[in-house]
C-alpha cells in the first residue's frame, strides 16, 4: 500500500466519523457556506475566547474531501489564535490534506475555511 493510498483511507475515515461534528449552541461566531457547484454546505460555530479558538464545530453535508477537510482544519485551529486563523491560506489547507487536488475540487477542499473565515469576519 503507497503513501496516497493511506491517505486516501484516512481521508474516507475522517468523511465515515468526521472529527468536531455537531452545533455549539453558545458559540459566539457562526457561518455558513455553500458550494453551488456540488451542493456541499457547511456550517462552522465557534466560540472565541481571549482570541482564540477555545472550540469549534461543524454541521451540514458534502462529498468526502470537503468533510474530511472541515474535520482535519477544525482540528488544526483548535486553540490558534484568531489572527493566525484568518491568515491560513489555500495552501495551507491543500498542505494539510496531503493528497493530490484537481482544480474541481479544489473548491470543495477549500468550503470550510471559507465558512471558518466568513464566521470569525462577522
Do not use: W
Not at 457547484?37 to 460555530?45: A, M, R, T, Y
Not at 465557534?46 to 470537503?66: L, R, V
Amino acid at each position: 500500500m503507497t503513501h496516497l493510498d493511506l491517505y486516501k483511507e484516512h481521508i474516507l475515515d475522517l468523511y465515515k466519523h468526521p472529527h468536531n461534528f455537531g452545533e455549539i449552541e453558545n458559540a459566539t461566531h457562526k457561518a455558513e457556506a455553500y458550494n453551488s457547484l456540488c451542493g456541499d454546505q457547511i456550517e462552522v460555530s465557534i466560540i472565541n475566547e481571549d482570541d482564540k479558538i477555545k472550540d469549534i464545530k461543524f454541521q451540514g453535508y458534502g462529498c468526502a474531501i470537503s468533510i474530511a477537510a472541515a474535520s482535519m482544519l477544525t482540528d488544526k485551529i483548535k486553540d490558534m489564535p484568531i489572527e493566525k486563523v484568518k491568515r491560513l491560506a489555500k495552501d495551507d489547507v491543500i498542505k494539510m490534506l496531503n493528497i493530490p487536488i484537481s482544480p474541481p475540487r479544489l473548491k470543495c477542499a477549500l468550503h470550510s475555511l471559507d465558512a471558518i473565515k466568513k464566521a470569525l469576519d462577522k
